[in-house]
């Protein structure tokens, strides 16, 4: 049985095999070449590559050995001394790292908190210290396999699971239960030098507590307040501009080891002070007022990617100086095409893309819609800005309602629906809604809304449970009972909603856009009339003040479409055939352009008579087909009587299938040799009896001799 040495513990064995092993707790195939090797008694060596080395043997720890890891290139550089200025350096580098988060972690090492930490010192004194790697592989490996063996009586492994290079110390991390192992390691021999193993004192407590990341230390405070003192430097309060140019040429900025200034010197140091400039404002608005202008000129730019931070955090400036840069076309800008959407104000004067882009002013011009000036030159008036948003705003013209009435019959129900709905809705109810009648309302919550006007908009409880928005609810059931059918049914509905009261239409007629167009095809509730009768539908939009209570108001938008069509004889002469309500976040309505009509004139315009023809001419295209042109031809002809219009329409139908019909005869007979065509009077047959009845009716002049 082969005795456990009594040795006191020493170093790692000499050459590679040292460190190296079967793995943390596996076996691993023998990759030698050479032959198997034996031991005296003829069993298999297990150790055999590891005989002679200096050290016992392998069999005298019970668990493998760590593995050889990799040793990547630059794996010591943590050992090496550190400058003395890495406390102000890491500083700055926290600031630019994290005071977007207004946090500034600046740690001079990085140490898990997430099991208990040691520190071993004595590996720089080592012989292993001249490994390519520091021996830092050498020392952990020794430290799992001698931690392991102090307790023989079990087979557990010893792992560490972090480790780097501080200094001339290790700190290590693994669980409690391997740490208090490794910890017995205390002035072990490791390659010719006495470890010293001890808590590291700057680890936190395996479950204390975390440590404040919103905590800054006080180098990266004062380099906060540097940063501070250089913004307000640069600040004109009266021209509310602030000057970043030619940072390169900073006392404060090369005092504090910005000397270099290159692109990234400058990708670090420019996203720093936008952080420090943005956290000197308490508000939106407040930053807004303070900063209309920023000079970016003389910086060595030759693209706004350093920089693209100034976007995010002033995006609302309106004039930006890039001018003596290096800036050589217009994609090192266009980073910032989509933003500072006021920009009023842009020079890019002394830069490259003056000559390599001669046209990049144009570009520049689609770019920002309200830039003004470019490069001191006006490209644009405030007129034309104002012209140039109105038209992306509103591309197609708002030219005023059409409002085509029938006797009246629109404009008289609009003047009463205003006065009875806010006053007496019962009313109202009964004198034009019928058990035919349907009523339906739906609330649309995302309607768009003008930036100019962000009031907060009311509570829609009363109304989103009768309410039939059809993108919202998917199910038939709820779409079929939130139909209100009958006068029975709409007035409970009405009952429940909120009192209103609509502005006047002769004093606030404005707030209206009223449209009216005559309806055919409507179903005849007489049942006189198969298919069907013409009636009116009505759009309307506008506002109302919503009045729950005596001292709570509410403003709306609503839009209300209304078809009308004549009653019952047993109900009101004229019907409401369907109510359509949809209400929205109030927002003033669009005003037509100058050369339209009033928005809200209800009444007829002066060309009444014109109306009228076109109604009448729309009507006999509905019911012929014919286009606008012969529909008002036929009606000329028959003193825009319709009934007239339309027999006569007939009666030339039938002419034209006989003319038709004859010309058809005739190329038959061609057909057959024959060279003459006797006349239509010479048919005595019912074609031409037919043709002549119609004639005589319509007094047709032509002589039926000379149609062929």
């Given at each position: 049985?082969?005795?456990?040495?009594?040795?006191?513990?020493?170093?790692?064995?000499?050459?590679?095999?040292?460190?190296?092993?079967?793995?943390?707790?596996?076996?691993?195939?023998?990759?030698?070449?050479?032959?198997?090797?034996?031991?005296?008694?003829?069993?298999?060596?297990?150790?055999?590559?590891?005989?002679?080395?200096?050290?016992?043997?392998?069999?005298?720890?019970?668990?493998?050995?760590?593995?050889?890891?990799?040793?990547?290139?630059?794996?010591?550089?943590?050992?090496?001394?550190?400058?003395?200025?890495?406390?102000?350096?890491?500083?700055?580098?926290?600031?630019?790292?994290?005071?977007?988060?207004?946090?500034?972690?600046?740690?001079?090492?990085?140490?898990?908190?997430?099991?208990?930490?040691?520190?071993?010192?004595?590996?720089?004194?080592?012989?292993?210290?001249?490994?390519?790697?520091?021996?830092?592989?050498?020392?952990?490996?020794?430290?799992?396999?001698?931690?392991?063996?102090?307790?023989?009586?079990?087979?557990?492994?010893?792992?560490?699971?972090?480790?780097?290079?501080?200094?001339?110390?290790?700190?290590?991390?693994?669980?409690?239960?391997?740490?208090?192992?490794?910890?017995?390691?205390?002035?072990?021999?490791?390659?010719?030098?006495?470890?010293?193993?001890?808590?590291?004192?700057?680890?936190?407590?395996?479950?204390?507590?975390?440590?404040?990341?919103?905590?800054?230390?006080?180098?990266?405070?004062?380099?906060?307040?540097?940063?501070?003192?250089?913004?307000?430097?640069?600040?004109?309060?009266?021209?509310?501009?602030?000057?970043?140019?030619?940072?390169?040429?900073?006392?404060?900025?090369?005092?504090?080891?910005f000397g270099a200034f290159d692109e990234k010197t400058t990708s670090k140091?420019?996203?720093?002070?936008?952080?420090?400039?943005?956290?000197?404002?308490?508000?939106?608005?407040?930053?807004?007022?303070?900063?209309?202008?920023?000079?970016?000129?003389?910086?060595?730019?030759?693209?706004?990617?350093a920089v693209t931070s100034l976007a995010q955090t002033f995006p609302d400036?309106?004039?930006?100086?890039?001018?003596?840069?290096?800036?050589?076309?217009?994609?090192?800008?266009?980073?910032?095409?989509?933003?500072?959407?006021?920009?009023?104000?842009?020079?890019?004067?002394?830069?490259?893309?003056?000559?390599?882009?001669?046209?990049?002013?144009?570009?520049?011009?689609?770019?920002?819609?309200?830039?003004?000036?470019?490069?001191?030159?006006?490209?644009?008036?405030?007129?034309?800005?104002?012209?140039?948003?109105?038209?992306?705003?509103?591309?197609?013209?708002?030219?005023?309602?059409?409002?085509?009435?029938?006797?009246?019959?629109?404009?008289?129900?609009?003047?009463?629906?205003?006065?009875?709905?806010?006053?007496?809705?019962?009313?109202?109810?009964?004198?034009?809604?019928?058990?035919?009648?349907?009523?339906?309302?739906?609330?649309?919550?995302?309607?768009?809304?003008?930036?100019?006007?962000?009031?907060?908009?009311?509570?829609?409880?009363?109304?989103?449970?009768?309410?039939?928005?059809?993108?919202?609810?998917?199910?038939?059931?709820?779409?079929?009972?939130?139909?209100?059918?009958?006068?029975?049914?709409?007035?409970?509905?009405?009952?429940?909603?909120?009192?209103?009261?609509?502005?006047?239409?002769?004093?606030?007629?404005?707030?209206?856009?009223?449209?009216?167009?005559?309806?055919?095809?409507?179903?005849?509730?007489?049942?006189?009339?198969?298919?069907?009768?013409?009636?009116?539908?009505?759009?309307?939009?506008?506002?109302?003040?919503?009045?729950?209570?005596?001292?709570?108001?509410?403003?709306?938008?609503?839009?209300?479409?209304?078809?009308?069509?004549?009653?019952?004889?047993?109900?009101?002469?004229?019907?409401?055939?369907?109510?359509?309500?949809?209400?929205?976040?109030?927002?003033?309505?669009?005003?037509?352009?100058?050369?339209?009509?009033?928005?809200?004139?209800?009444?007829?315009?002066?060309?009444?008579?014109?109306?009228?023809?076109?109604?009448?001419?729309?009507?006999?295209?509905?019911?012929?087909?014919?286009?606008?042109?012969?529909?008002?031809?036929?009606?000329?002809?028959?003193?825009?009587?319709?009934?007239?219009?339309?027999?006569?329409?007939?009666?030339?139908?039938?002419?034209?299938?006989?003319?038709?019909?004859?010309?058809k005869l005739m190329k038959t007979a061609n057909k057959t040799h024959r060279?003459?065509?006797?006349?239509?009077?010479?048919?005595?047959?019912?074609?031409?009896?037919?043709?002549?009845?119609?004639?005589?009716?319509?007094?047709?002049?032509?002589?039926?001799?000379?149609?062929?």
């Amino acid at each position: 049985m082969i005795q456990r040495s009594t040795a006191p513990p020493r170093g790692p064995r000499s050459g590679p095999s040292g460190a190296q092993g079967g793995g943390r707790g596996g076996i691993q195939k023998r990759r030698g070449g050479g032959p198997v090797r034996v031991d005296k008694d003829g069993d298999l060596d297990m150790d055999g590559s590891g005989r002679g080395k200096s050290g016992k043997g392998r069999l005298e720890s019970p668990t493998p050995t760590r593995p050889q890891r990799p040793q990547p290139p630059g794996r010591g550089r943590a050992s090496t001394p550190r400058a003395g200025n890495l406390g102000t350096q890491k500083a700055q580098q926290a600031i630019l790292r994290g005071l977007g988060a207004k946090q500034a972690n600046v740690l001079d090492s990085r140490v898990s908190t997430g099991g208990t930490t040691l520190q071993v010192d004595g590996l720089k004194s080592s012989k292993a210290a001249s490994n390519p790697d520091g021996g830092l592989d050498s020392l952990l490996g020794f430290l799992e396999r001698k931690a392991a063996a102090l307790d023989s009586g079990s087979n557990r492994t010893v792992r560490i699971k972090k480790s780097h290079i501080k200094g001339d110390s290790v700190i290590i991390t693994a669980s409690p239960e391997d740490i208090e192992q490794i910890a017995k390691l205390n002035s072990f021999v490791f390659a010719g030098s006495s470890l010293t193993i001890k808590p590291c004192e700057s680890a936190s407590p395996p479950h204390g507590p975390k440590e404040d990341k919103n905590v800054v230390s006080q180098t990266a405070q004062e380099t906060k307040e540097k940063f501070r003192a250089i913004l307000a430097a640069r600040y004109d309060g009266n021209l509310k501009l602030l000057n970043l140019s030619a940072l390169a040429q900073d006392t404060e900025l090369l005092q504090m080891g910005f000397g270099a200034f290159d692109e990234k010197t400058t990708s670090k140091l420019f996203p720093a002070l936008m952080v420090v400039a943005d956290q000197l404002f308490k508000s939106w608005q407040e930053k807004r007022d303070a900063i209309v202008s920023v000079s970016l000129a003389n910086n060595g730019l030759s693209d706004v990617a350093a920089v693209t931070s100034l976007a995010q955090t002033f995006p609302d400036i309106k004039n930006l100086d890039l001018s003596s840069n290096n800036i050589k076309d217009l994609k090192s800008i266009s980073a910032w095409r989509w933003k500072f959407r006021n920009l009023e104000t842009l020079v890019l004067a002394n830069n490259p893309v003056e000559t390599q882009a001669p046209n990049f002013n144009v570009e520049i011009m689609k770019w920002y819609p309200k830039l003004q000036n470019l490069n001191y030159v006006q490209v644009r008036t405030p007129e034309e800005v104002a012209a140039t948003i109105e038209a992306v705003n509103t591309p197609i013209p708002i030219s005023g309602p059409d409002f085509r009435d029938v006797s009246q019959v629109g404009e008289n129900f609009i003047r009463q629906f205003v006065a009875l709905y806010d006053t007496d809705r019962g009313a109202f109810l009964s004198s034009f809604y019928d058990a035919e009648s349907v009523f339906s309302l739906a609330v649309n919550m995302h309607a768009p809304r003008s930036r100019e006007h962000t009031a907060p908009v009311p509570s829609w409880d009363t109304y989103t449970k009768h309410s039939r928005n059809l993108t919202k609810l998917t199910y038939a059931g709820p779409r079929l009972n939130r139909r209100y059918k009958g006068v029975q049914a709409i007035q409970p509905v009405w009952a429940e909603l909120p009192s209103t009261r609509h502005p006047d239409l002769g004093t606030e007629a404005a707030k209206y856009i009223i449209e009216c167009h005559p309806l055919p095809g409507l179903a005849d509730p007489s049942g006189q009339n198969p298919g069907g009768v013409d009636g009116l539908i009505i759009t309307m939009h506008g506002e109302f003040e919503e009045q729950k209570i005596a001292t709570e108001k509410a403003l709306r938008s609503f839009s209300r479409t209304f078809i009308l069509g004549p009653g019952a004889p047993s109900g009101p002469p004229i019907r409401v055939v369907c109510d359509m309500l949809t209400l929205r976040a109030w927002t003033p309505l669009a005003m037509p352009s100058q050369s339209a009509p009033h928005p809200a004139q209800v009444t007829p315009a002066i060309g009444v008579e014109q109306q009228q023809k076109e109604v009448v001419a729309r009507q006999l295209m509905e019911k012929t087909g014919m286009t606008m042109e012969y529909a008002v031809m036929c009606l000329e002809q028959t003193a825009w009587e319709l009934p007239q219009a339309f027999e006569a329409f007939q009666q030339n139908k039938v002419l034209t299938y006989i003319h038709h019909s004859y010309v058809k005869l005739m190329k038959t007979a061609n057909k057959t040799h024959r060279t003459n065509y006797p006349p239509m009077h010479s048919f005595q047959g019912p074609l031409y009896k037919m043709y002549e009845l119609i004639c005589s009716r319509s007094q047709d002049t032509k002589s039926l001799a000379n149609i062929q």
